[in-house]
């Protein structure tokens, strides 16, 4: 295998081909499907007679209702069998024995669950009657030890969720907030589309482990979820906030693990279109005026059904949308484009118009999927999914600051080609095998003003070109696997592990044509700047050119975002090309010491390779062990249980926060000298290598930056090689772990009546080595008016430069109480509330999450960006009887979501104390995320009548109100005060009335969807 690394030149360096083939060799003979396992169903019966008594040597049949599955079992000496490894779905359970009568019932088995029932055998009668009960369904497991809950598949029809995104129904579940970190268009890395989660307090990017069908549908490279297979192409998903099994990993938060439909022995097919018009809907108080406008158009088909009967089973689905919306901005812009208009054009930039783009979200995606059962001891599933979406206008800014010029061109083409085989070696052995090939590849192209410099005044408004993301990326992945089960009398033995091989392809020209920050005040030319003034100037290049003139680019920006003389070289040292290897192996016993008391405990281990051809980058950790112990006690005749646990959980490296330190931001000028930080004492040991592309800049200041940016503007000319130095945003120690989370949990359930379950729980989460991003060129130089400390530059030859070190953290400790109502008498219902803290001392890689003083890391602790102190989500089902003559073939549902507010930091906006670093300066001495914002209150309905055509067709139509009472929900709020300290009251919430010297302070930055009106169609046959 050959590691290489495109820079300078484009070379290719080979290196340690041998010690990366001895790693491959070691993941490929422990191969392994980890994830499989946790899509799977088990089942435990206990087989005993009308005394009691247990009965060995029973027989136990499982077949499935759709597809004629079956499964065979014998009971132990202890009178209990388990069938492990089953597909989730309603079957058929037959239990006999000699001189007893046979037993058949119903079961439905959820994805990743562990059910557990008891049957009693009659004594047989002269003739033999069988028994037949209801269906079986489980309100609570009573050997699972991990907190978790299932959607199943009449909540996933018949609830009302805005755009039908599957990943939202992990929103109905505890511990689980939209994080508010590394959203759309922040200055992270990697900008994706794809909504980000965060499980308990953790930072999104490896905060939740998402499974589809048994394997990995993440990207490594920045974190989340692949794409987003259609809701009607899924059966039902499992969340899971921790769990202590060790056959799932890679994750320091949650868990989410779906399973797509499968064909049955009967034919099947949906028609459906979903549409919306802004002309039913309530308009948006941040919208342009008069450009409220939102088209959508979702449409799909499904088919199904058997190939061969009790065989073979195929199905298949498309979807495609048609999405066009208009952009929301912040109250300071809308008050404000005038005036920032007119700024730009005095610099010869192109001005914006507000009600000039729609966002768009177009896509077409379809699967196909085959089941195949060779034997009653073998089954084979083979599925394609494939994904095109064209998303002309992505946001490019963090919600309601970026201009038109901010939004990209952002095509993504994703394919996932998936096989598992399920084997029974024996009654004891049974093995699962799952292999993948993925590939996605992700385009952020800036078209238009988005060519322009990068125009920002902090954390008020941004346009131009790209600082917070890479330009493109495609990934490929190569997933193997086998997992293992054996069953022997008390226990339940588990081992395993998994390999993949990963091959990606970067382009990061960041900071190109170049980077300008203003104040408020010298943006607008406001006293005592007498014309609009840059205060900080800088752009990306090559380290090929350090030291060079670079040649004047000119000012036709739209025409291209690289220097026009020195693009191939731009592109060249910009671009990576590199293959790294994940690599597990687990063992695991589930003990059941007792019939009602479960022991699950056992050991992971991941580890990942680091290459990067002749860069000296990051050392490898060999030393991510997880041992994990869980329990499950049940209690008052299996009606209650109490369940708890304990472990470790490692996440993979943080390639999106980390990568660009050597291809897209790192220092190309050397190291910076600063003496009173021991990172850079010896920094060719202790830090990794410089960068092949990264910024340098004039040094900040009206006087430096101002005439040059001007200059630039005017002409396209660049400094002289002489006035540069560096921007490094990419410092970093090379010793840097894996992050890892401590995880623990207690839940007491208890199944009050038949089909009602209530539950409370307690769940902590830390973790730890999270990346840490801080502006470390800077010196304490005495004592501020205020009593903050006072600084200086460290070294003159940089500007900003940023050290990464391993020293982030979260906390976060939550109460969980829930109520689950299974469906019956025609409703069911599920209430979620969580009572939580999250605490850390930064929540993403941002500028503006940065320390104000490196010195003083320790005063950045506080509540966290994703802090949402209480959350209540309540969805409810009903269906009405048939009895109902009039009202009969209707069904509504209700989706209610309450919560408490997120807190923010009240920022200067400009440099308060003299390191050169404007972003995350605080007022006075106002600590971190003191700020309360605003609460969120929604209710969406959604409601539906089947009509029939026929014995075998029928219609459903729907109309679904989100936000029906049209509440203004503000997620994010104007924070940039204006002045060093306080000019009057203390700002503390949301409403207060307190402004700063900046008058939109305190205004709304962003809201939530007013009122939107969805209709829809769906022929089923």
């Known amino acids: 295998m050959i590691i290489y690394f495109i820079g300078r030149g484009g070379c290719m360096v ?123 369904d489980q309100v609570i497991d009573l050997e699972k030890t991990e907190v978790s809950q299932v959607i199943d598949e009449r ?92 056959d799932t990993g890679r994750s320091l938060g949650g868990i989410v693990n779906t399973v797509t439909k499968s064909g049955t022995n009967e034919f099947h097919g949906e028609i459906y279109e979903f549409f919306r018009n802004n002309s039913l809907d309530a308009k948006s108080p941040l919208s342009s005026p008069g450009f409220d406008k939102l088209r959508l158009n979702q449409f799909g088909v499904t088919m199904s059904g058997p190939l061969v009967k009790n065989r073979t089973f195929f199905f298949g689905g498309y979807e495609g949308q048609r999405r066009a919306e208009s952009p929301l901005y912040s109250n300071f812009i809308l008050q404000n484009i005038d005036a920032i208009n007119a700024v730009k054009q005095s610099f010869g930039l192109s001005a914006e118009d507000l009600s000039s783009i729609l966002k768009i979200n177009d896509y077409d995606q379809f699967i196909a999927k085959v089941d195949h059962q060779f034997t009653a001891s073998t089954t084979l599933g083979v599925r394609y999914l494939f994904t095109d979406q064209r998303n002309p206008n992505t946001p490019g800014a963090p919600p309601g600051l970026g201009l038109p010029g901010t939004f990209r061109d952002n095509p993504i083409r994703d394919q996932t080609l998936i096989a598992n085989l399920i084997h029974l070696f024996s009654p004891a052995w049974t093995g699962d095998t799952v292999v993948q090939f993925a590939r996605r590849t992700f385009h952020l192209t800036p078209v238009g003003a988005g060519r322009e410099p990068f125009l920002a005044i902090p954390n008020l408004v941004q346009t131009g070109g790209p600082v917070g993301s890479f330009t493109f990326y495609r990934e490929s992945r190569l997933q193997l696997g086998q997992n293992v089960t054996y ?100 063992v695991q016993d589930q003990w059941r010491i007792a019939s009602n008391f479960t022991l699950t405990f056992g050991l992971r281990y991941d580890v990942e390779t680091r290459p990067f051809g002749d860069k000296r980058f990051f050392k490898e950790d060999l030393n991510n062990f997880q041992p994990r112990l869980g329990f499950s006690y049940s209690f008052h005749e299996a009606r209650g249980v109490l369940r708890g646990g304990a472990g470790i959980f490692t996440a993979p490296f943080n390639w999106s926060d980390m990568l660009g330190t050597l291809t897209a931001f790192g220092a190309i000028n050397g190291y910076l000298d600063n003496p009173l930080l021991s990172e850079f004492a010896n920094p060719e040991s202790t830090l990794i290598g410089l960068a092949n592309f990264g910024p340098l800049g004039v040094l900040p200041g009206p006087f430096t930056a101002g005439p040059a940016f001007a200059r630039f503007a005017r002409d396209g000319s660049y400094p002289s090689p002489q006035q540069l130095i560096g921007f490094s945003h990419g410092f970093a120690v090379r010793d840097f772990p894996n992050p890892y989370a401590e995880n623990a949990s207690l839940q007491l359930e208890y199944e009050i009546s038949r089909g009602i379950a209530v539950s409370a729980g307690y769940l902590f989460v830390h973790a730890v080595k999270i990346p840490y991003f801080g502006h470390a060129n800077a010196r304490p130089i005495g004592t501020l008016p205020n009593g903050k400390t006072a600084m200086a530059p460290a070294d003159p030859h940089f500007g900003f430069a940023f050290l990464f070190t391993p020293s982030a953290f979260s906390i976060y400790h939550a109460g969980m109480f829930s109520v689950t109502k299974r469906f019956s008498h025609h409703f069911s219902l599920t209430a979620n509330y969580t009572y939580s803290k999250s605490i850390d001392n930064q929540s993403t890689i941002q500028f503006v999450t940065g320390p104000q003083n490196y010195f003083r890391r320790d005063l950045e602790r506080g509540v966290s960006d994703n802090h949402i102190g209480q959350r209540f989500v309540l969805t409810w089902l009903f269906e009405s009887p048939s009895r109902w003559v009039i009202l009969r073939d209707w069904k509504v549902g209700v989706i209610t979501t309450l919560q408490s507010p997120r807190y923010t930091s009240v920022l200067v906006g400009f440099d308060a104390n003299g390191d050169g670093f404007p972003f995350p300066d605080r007022v006075g001495a106002l600590g971190r995320n003191t700020y309360k914002g ?81 209709f829809s169609f769906r022929i089923s046959f």
């Open 14 to 136: 080979e290196r340690d081909i041998r010690k990366r083939a001895m790693l491959s060799g070691i993941f490929c003979l422990m191969v392994a499907s980890v994830i499989q396992a946790q899509t799977l169903a088990s089942l435990s019966v206990k087989v005993q007679d009308a005394t009691g008594a247990v009965i060995p040597g029973a027989k136990i049949v499982l077949t499935s209702q759709k597809t004629g599955l079956q499964r065979e079992k014998v009971t132990s000496d202890a009178g209990v069998g388990r069938i492990v490894d089953v597909p989730p779905g309603v079957y058929e359970l037959r239990v006999s024995a000699e001189g007893f009568q046979d037993v058949v019932q119903a079961i439905q088995l959820a994805v990743g669950q562990a059910a557990s029932v008891e049957v009693t055998l009659p004594v047989a009668a002269v003739q033999e009657v069988v028994t037949v009960q209801a269906v079986t």
């Open 155 to 246: 909540r996933i029809e018949d609830l009302p969720i805005n755009g039908r995104n599957f990943i939202d129904f992990v929103l109905l579940t505890p511990s689980v907030v939209i994080g508010n970190s590394t959203s759309v268009g922040s200055q992270a890395p990697f900008t994706e589309t794809t909504l980000k989660l965060s499980f308990g307090g953790v930072r999104e990017t490896h905060s939740a482990f998402i499974s589809l069908d048994g394997v990995d549908y993440t990207t490594s490279i920045s974190g989340v979820q692949r794409a987003n297979p259609s809701q009607d192409w899924v059966q039902e998903f499992r969340v899971v906030n921790n769990t202590y099994a060790v």
């Open 487 to 586: 069953t022997r009398g008390a226990h339940l033995v588990k081992f395993g592990g998994e390999f993949h091989n990963i091959w990606n392809t970067t382009k990061s020209p960041m900071f190109t044509p170049a980077v300008v920050v203003f104040t408020p005040e010298s943006f607008f030319g406001l006293p005592p700047f007498t014309r609009p003034t840059a205060v900080v100037f800088y752009f990306g290049q090559p380290r090929s050119l350090f030291g060079q003139q670079l040649p004047p680019r000119g000012t036709d920006w739209q025409a291209s975002l690289l220097p026009p003389p020195l693009a191939e070289e731009f592109d060249r040292a910009s671009t990576a090309e590199y293959t790294h290897q994940l690599g597990a192996f687990y």
């Open 934 to 1014: 605003d609460d969120f209150q929604q209710v969406d309905l959604r409601l539906q009548r089947r009509i029939p055509f026929g014995e075998r067709v029928r219609g459903t139509f729907s109309v679904e109100f989100f936000n029906l009472f049209n509440h203004v929900n503000v997620l994010d709020v104007n924070n940039v005060y204006g002045a060093t300290d306080l000019v009057g009251p203390v700002p503390r919430e949301f409403g207060d009335g307190v402004r700063g010297a900046v008058p939109s302070f305190g205004t709304p930055r962003n809201v939530g969807n007013m009122r939107q009106i969805q």
